[in-house]
């Protein structure tokens, strides 16, 4: 197993470099669809390939993810909202503990159904910690994992949350608001987060624009995933 992908994370936040990951949901693009997306995704400043959702229909992931790597040659990680997310098509895997919830499938038992198998495949696989934030209203992340966000105006629980994940050897710190956030995560909250870690943070959730991604960097995110904005909005890379 290579550390390509993680190292190229750390070395971007201690150079101040500012990384663009978009979200893929297998659901939400067909097939067909893939490739005029990758030739946007291709012009524009992203450096990642999220793919994957809380709750997929779609069995395809396999297909899916091949059929994104034949246009492009930006590295392709799994998000996976479960055990089954799995594919040896991608780069690298967010290995997620889901560490604002308190459900001990999210937390270690998905880890140990799919570990055997992700053993067998060339994944990358980056330990990350994932804190839901409370973005406005309930979310499908929250839903399915049956967990509770972490309550906005509560930065210091998130920080707390933040610093016990890297204390276990968490890689990334990802704060998300869930997809199509009607609150973005809270700068206050992203900064005193940055201020007592030392993992890069990448936030997600709601961002629809070059302002409100900015924003994120400014409060102390080195990579800021977009997704329901670029499914909405095809010509949405172009703007920032
Ligand atoms: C969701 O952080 C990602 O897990 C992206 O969120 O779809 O709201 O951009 P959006």
Do not use: C, W
């Not at 998130?158 to 204390?167: C, S």
Request: aromatic share 4%; net charge neutral.
């Amino acid at each position: 197993m290579t550390d390509k992908i993680i190292s190229h994370i750390q070395q971007a936040k201690n150079n101040n470099q500012q990384l663009l990951a978009i979200l893929l949901d297998p659901d939400k693009l067909a097939l067909k669809d893939i490739s005029d997306r990758i030739l946007k995704i291709n012009t524009s400043k992203i450096d990642y390939i999220l793919v994957g959702g809380s709750l997929l229909f779609t069995n395809n992931l396999d297909a899916f993810i091949l059929e994104v790597k034949k246009y492009t040659t930006i590295p392709v990680l799994l998000f996976p909202g479960n055990a089954i997310q799995i594919s040896d098509k991608a780069d690298g895997i967010l290995f997620l503990s889901l560490l604002s919830g308190r459900n001990p499938e999210y937390l270690v038992g998905n880890h140990v159904i799919v570990a055997p198998l992700l053993k067998q495949t060339n994944l990358e696989i980056i330990a990350s910690s994932y804190l839901l934030i409370e973005s406005g209203r309930e979310t499908t992340a929250s839903y399915i994992s049956n967990t509770k966000p972490i309550p906005r105006h509560k930065p210091e629980i998130a920080m707390a949350t933040a610093l016990a994940g890297e204390m276990m050897g968490h890689k990334l710190t990802y704060l998300d608001g869930g997809s199509g956030a009607q609150k973005r995560v809270p700068s206050e909250l992203i900064q005193l987060v940055r201020e007592n870690i030392q993992n890069p943070i990448i936030v997600g959730g709601g961002i629809r624009s070059n302002e409100q991604l900015q924003t994120a960097y400014k409060a102390g995110a080195t990579m800021v995933v977009i997704g329901t904005a670029f499914e909405n909005d095809s010509e949405l890379l172009t703007n920032l």
